[in-house]
């Protein structure tokens, strides 16, 4: 503290090149000269990495995370082909994120339903609004008589304007680097498929095909990391709190219901929120009162509210701590079957 | 407008084209409006006060330069010291006190009613007021000349790179650069590019990375074993040295880029051997200002060793004060103070120069300096002392870590891949800056590699940085 120096030169700047003890014997113009150089290679050498980044990204589709390729898939085929036949009475779309991806089999709940019910799983990973594929099915024809939501719409009461876009550091970056994630992607598909490439790009395919001959309903293996795909029955994390409730939080005000209620009545379907699902012990139960409960938020449209906020499952039905595995998507489908047999509403 | 954005990459680029076209009348006008344009950004009634200390110290220094008498002199002094801590006293510390003042009294029966300001704390103001002081301080001892140009010392308070997070600069320093036209060079270009680049690498890549598994464990430190207490230990202080250094590097280029030259505000101080060591290194700007304004004219280390250890244990506590109103920053300086005296005093009287050789001193050394500096980030980092004692405890009890719960906290497989590269990176890259700087000179100027070095250092962070808009740490303060 006493004899604190004051640092005189910082070597960090070395790193830029040519120093000023340098710099000072070079001419201005031929200082000028070596910098355009040296920028010129520079920009040539980004551009060159850029293109061939890009192009690696779209040659090799198989690299993503499947959560892009089964958001992809769901955008691109899933909601573009026709979904319902026409003498399917009820035609049900359900939304949410990578819980209900994993946990709403459609093809069961049909099964349970009876006939002429026919629902499909559009939940999307790591994606909380909904409303992009809902309106890229209705721009292709098929229109739901129920859109069921696990997650409520958010609360911005205003469109983003083009400045908050710019804010959007992670959008901008996406939008400009749209390989950004592609090294992260590329080392972990190497890194899990280490002796089976070849498999491995197949099994890509043979997923994207098996989720949209499931509609929808996509089985998360690649975060499954414990034996049979189910987690020990004590199984917790230091975050769980059993004490405590997760309520759903439905906002009054928001654009995003606005437009929904918008579809809604420009295409006649109806809305309504049915229970989410969390690990036992990850929250506390939801309140007994709340299990039977059927709330109409709204009459025109109609919104209604099916029952809890959401139900709680054994560690053994998730296969990590967010996802169930293929026996817990049973077992969440079927409760969910119950609870809309129940409603009457689909009498 | 934070320096990893890129509205700031928007804002810095517009300003340089403005900057370099024009004249010498008016580059210091852009400047200064530039520099408003930048801190208003956030609010823009923070401008307010930062013109308010601009003008009373600006005024108080010139009623010292023209007043003939010491007394004079020194009540202009103390008028300007007396509004710079009044205003910090106020918005940073006033519910503080409040606040513990109802605390003790509610010990003792007594209900106060709360009188809390709730004022939002201005971004920066700790820093610009130690620098708008330290000129005051100057002016006063004859060190500087009081500027007589109200748009010169106006720039030097506001200079939008160090304006929220310093380095805390000196007027003799920056005064005469900002009286000089700037022209754009291709080696303060070059430097501050890469000072830039590899400010947002620190920043980033590791700090922004680690980050979410720090606050993760600390908003609730009851709920980890001692295991992720100790990791979150080692992760702060990590982030907390790339979060600032890399910051002040960002601060250093840009200044750099338009000509300025900044101070080093870091010198990889994980390397050094010793607290006192660690202190040369650690936010040079900071402690070289308590060590300039207060140490010394405290009396120093020219006194006795009681006299020493009262001063150092006034400057840390003084200086853990100044980061936050609250009692977890004054154990920290506390704890610092205290580490300081306990190592002159083992110094002096173990004579291990005598008995150990210089190697496993500096390993010993090394070991004592990372305990108490670690020590130290966990008041620095817990939201209270009852919470830091939760870590303390926590320690002793270690379990096993799951990959699951890493996962949660942000650290997957990749993400734990990339963070390792990436301090192995830094690690390389501070060990050469500490040990072997003239390699890395030498490096610099070999043809081709400052431009390969400089293409690979912008797509390691386009790749594995995190976008999005991350505050530095020291903005709070």
Redesign the interface.
Known sequence: MSNLPRPAVDATEALGGSGERDAANRSSTAQTRIWIARAGIFVLVFSAVWAALAAAYVLLPFLRPGSVVIADAKFDTLVKMPMFEPQDRYRIMVFGHSKILSAFRARDLDAEMGPHFRSYNLALPGEVRFLPILEAALAAGNTPTHVLLTIPWDDKAEVDGPAALLRDDNRLAGTLFPFRTLPRDAALFLFQNQERLAEAVRDVEAQRSAMIDDRGWYFIKSQSHYPDDRLPADYSLPTDNAARSQPRFISERSRARDRLEHLARQHGFQVGFVPGLFREGEVAPCPSSDQFRLTAMSERPLIRVFGPDYFVYPPTLFADPQHMNPTGARVYTSELARLLKASGAFD | MLF????FL?FFVTFLAIFFGLRKRTQPIVLLIASYVFYMSWRPSFGLLLALTTAVDYTTALMMARSRTDGGRKAAMVLALTINLGILATVKYLDFFIANVIGAAGLFGYVIPDYALGLALPLGISFYTFQSIGYTLDVYYRKVEAERDFLTYAQYVSFFPQLIAGPIERAAHMLPQFRTVHRL???D???????IG?GLFKKMCIADVVGPVVN?IYA?PE???GS?QLLAVILFAIQIYCDFSGYS?IA?GTA?IMGFDL??NF?QPYFTCSL?EF??CWH?SL??W??DYL?IPLG??RGSEWRTARN?MI?FAVSGIWHGAAWTFAAWGVLHGTG?VLERAFARTAKVELWLNPTTRRVFGWFWMMAIVLAGWVFFRSTSLANAFVVFRSLGEFGPV????LK?LGLA???L??LGVSLLILFV?DF??AFR?RR??A???MR?L??????AL??YI???GI???AEFIYFQF
């Open positions: 990893n954005s890129f509205e928007a060079s291709f080696p270009l070059n430097a501050g590019l890469f000072l590899f993760g609730a709920q980890y074993s992720y590097d250093r750099r101070m080093i010198r006192n202190w040369r040079i402690s070289s308590f060590r140490f120093g280390s150092l400057v300081l799951s990959y699951g719960t949660m497989s990749v993400e891949l990339m890259v050469h800056l700087p890395l000179e490096l610099g100027e081709w400052p431009t390969g070095a400089g293409v912008a797509y386009i790749l594995f976008f999005g808009h």
